[in-house]
T-cell receptor, first 115, second 114 residues
């Protein structure tokens, strides 16, 4: 079975440019999470969705960040305009929660570098 | 909000030896799930082991086992017969039975010495 698929794996862009990160969760999973990982701040939850509906976006840094989940098999995280401090690894993770532990399955991450 | 604390930023172990990584958490809930995730240099986070709080028996997965002390709110990971491939960052995580959010610790970087 395919795991969580993220693209691109690496992105280098210049300050002010728009960045779009993509995620395909595991088929059948009903929750999707976006995390950001940096050396300074560790692993931070940005937003998560249940059944394609955003539940908690309190971790989204500011209005420059937006996330969508138009259907159960696709989500995007967009940064516009990007800034050097957005440089990080962005992880997408999905889970299936129905009476069980609902552990997270992570993608391989998208490493973003903003120059 | 729940908090998860990993007090050991770095640990090292000799190959074939045993190492224990510590994790404590703070919660007022009686039922929850605990996890250990491994993040190797390839950076993908992989589930190592999980523990349901209502189970008294400590979870075991091959060379990995936990010491779950519910009263002390402690959840340590023991790696036996350490291998070079165990070198990674290890994260402890908490999830409520009712909620959907995960709470992660800051991680412990494990070095395995040949």
């Amino acid at each position: 079975d395919a795991g969580v698929i993220q693209s691109p794996r690496h992105e280098v862009t210049e300050m002010g440019q728009e960045v779009t990160l993509r995620c395909k969760p595991i088929s059948g999973h009903n929750s999707l999470f976006w995390y950001r990982q940096t050396m300074m701040r560790g692993l931070e939850l940005l937003i998560y969705f249940n059944n394609n509906v955003p539940i908690d976006d309190s971790g989204m840094p500011e209005d420059r960040f937006s996330a969508k989940m138009p259907n159960a098999s696709f989500s995007t995280l967009k940064i516009q305009p990007s800034e050097p401090r957005d440089s990080a690894v962005y992880f997408c993770a999905s889970s299936f929660r129905r009476g069980g532990s609902g552990e997270l399955f992570f993608g391989e991450g998208s490493r973003l570098t903003v120059l | 909000a729940q908090t998860v604390t990993q007090s050991q930023p770095e640990m090292s172990v000799q190959e074939a030896e045993t190492v224990t990584l510590s994790c404590t958490y703070d919660t007022s809930e009686s039922d929850y799930y605990l996890f250990w995730y491994k993040q190797p240099p390839s950076r993908q986070m992989i589930l190592v082991i999980r523990q349901e709080a209502y189970k008294q028996q400590n979870a075991t997965e091959n060379r990995f086992s936990v010491n779950f002390q519910k009263a002390a709110k402690s959840f340590s990971l023991k790696i036996s017969d350490s291998q070079l491939g165990d070198a990674a960052m290890y994260f402890c995580a908490y999830r409520s039975v009712t909620g959907n959010q995960f709470y992660f610790g800051t991680g412990t970087s494990l070095t395995v010495i040949p």
